[in-house]
């Protein structure tokens, strides 16, 4: 069994178990790598930027309508360290060892992990709450992704960029009660992890998720324009 199929075999593990590792054959050796598993809340706000003849905001209709969405963001990810690759250089090919090892680790997710979405909306209304009668459930995912740290030591600081696709269902009296948003796009996350143990890490962030404008009003494939009148950017902090 290849090194990206052990992957995968123990991401959907630990999703039942926790964190934990697994063994690999490299170089007729066995090699213990990592899987790193994190599930957080998260805040969603369906708003962008607005603009008019004298004047630049933030928000649109979906945002007066409801401030902010709740969800859960997800994050599944092998870490292969330098060390690691020095022990047995055979898992990772030759034209890129050195640069792991000069990088210190490298985060790798096989591609069919984008089956599983980074974001969960789970968002139902709150009854006798003024404005937060709106619901909207759905996910995004990330198709494909590629990350650089700024900074590893004593904290790590990381930036991503992604292909994404979402699928949420929004019921809201601004669209008028269904509305079902199907759109790709990309997402610019920023990141701080600040490790408790050597097991343990926690981390925080933003990030920005740019997709084809949907219209609010009109059919699903109509055009639409980067506005106040469209969905196309949902903004997200997360733990």
Not at 38 to 57: I, K, R
Not at 66 to 71: A, D, E, F, S
Not at 214 to 236: K, M, T, Y
């Amino acid at each position: 069994m290849n090194l990206q199929w052990r992957v995968l075999a123990a991401c959907f593990a630990a999703l039942l178990v926790g964190t934990w590792s697994f063994e690999a054959q490299a170089q007729r050796n066995t090699a213990q790598i990592p899987v790193q598993v994190g599930v957080g809340p998260s805040g969603s706000l369906f708003a962008g930027p607005t603009f008019s003849e004298d004047s630049v905001g933030w928000g649109g209709r979906l945002a007066e309508d409801r401030v902010l969405h709740t969800g859960l963001r997800l994050s599944l990810t092998a870490v292969i360290q330098a060390e690691l690759v020095r022990r047995h250089p055979g898992l990772v090919p030759r034209q890129y060892r050195q640069q792991v090892i000069n990088s210190g680790e490298v985060r790798y997710a096989p591609g069919i992990v984008a089956l599983i979405p980074d974001t969960i909306y789970i968002s139902p209304p709150i009854p006798g709450v003024d404005g937060w009668d709106s619901q909207a459930y759905g996910a995004t995912w990330s198709l494909m992704a590629l990350g650089l740290p700024f900074i590893t030591n004593p904290f790590r600081v990381s930036a991503r960029g992604a292909l994404i696709a979402s699928a949420i269902y929004i019921n809201s009296e601004t669209v008028g009660g269904h509305y079902f948003f199907l759109r790709p796009g990309a997402e610019l996350k920023l990141e701080v992890e600040i490790p408790l143990t050597n097991e343990l890490l926690v981390s925080f962030g933003w990030a920005s998720m740019f997709h084809v404008p949907q219209s609010l009003d009109e059919s699903f494939v109509s055009p639409a324009g980067f506005d106040e009148n469209s969905l196309w950017h949902i903004g997200q902090f997360f733990f």
